[in-house]
């Protein structure tokens, strides 16, 4: 079974950037899709960026060009990096998982971390 783990949130100053980590075990990536997504009270859950288990990558349109998702194989984690914050940045950030090595949108996952908190203040 797949597990996930988020780290990486903190206080970040506006316009600064971010760079959350969701390490795996279990199972390796290349068999998965990888989802970030955030979520802050009184709001849907929204994607953030995915990548599937091919490398095919895709971002949800509040963060396109500001974020950035890769995969370093060895440590079978995946990284999520973002520039420009801004106060409506800040959210819990989870990593999922999709069994699928193509698939790359933000809907049925599985598999959830625990969520890392990053908050955009001065």
């Known amino acids: 079974q797949l597990h996930l783990a988020e780290s990486g949130g903190g206080l970040v100053q506006p316009g600064g950037s971010l760079s959350l980590s969701c390490v795996a075990s279990?199972?390796?990536?290349?068999?998965?899709?990888i989802a970030w997504f955030r979520q802050v009270p009184g709001k849907e859950r929204e994607g953030v960026a995915c990548?599937?288990?091919?490398?095919?990558?895709n971002y949800g349109d509040s963060v396109k060009g500001r974020a950035s998702i890769a995969r370093n194989n060895g440590e079978n984690t995946v990284h999520l990096q973002m520039s420009d914050l801004n106060p409506e940045d800040t959210a819990v950030y989870y990593c999922?998982?999709?069994?699928?090595?193509?698939?790359?949108?933000?809907?049925?996952?599985?598999?959830w971390g625990q969520g890392t908190r990053v908050t955009v203040s001065a």
């Open positions: 999922a998982g999709g069994k699928s090595s193509w698939y790359c949108g933000f809907d049925e996952y599985d598999i």
């Open positions: 279990g199972s390796s990536l290349d068999s998965w899709a």
């Open positions: 990548m599937a288990g091919n490398g095919r990558t």
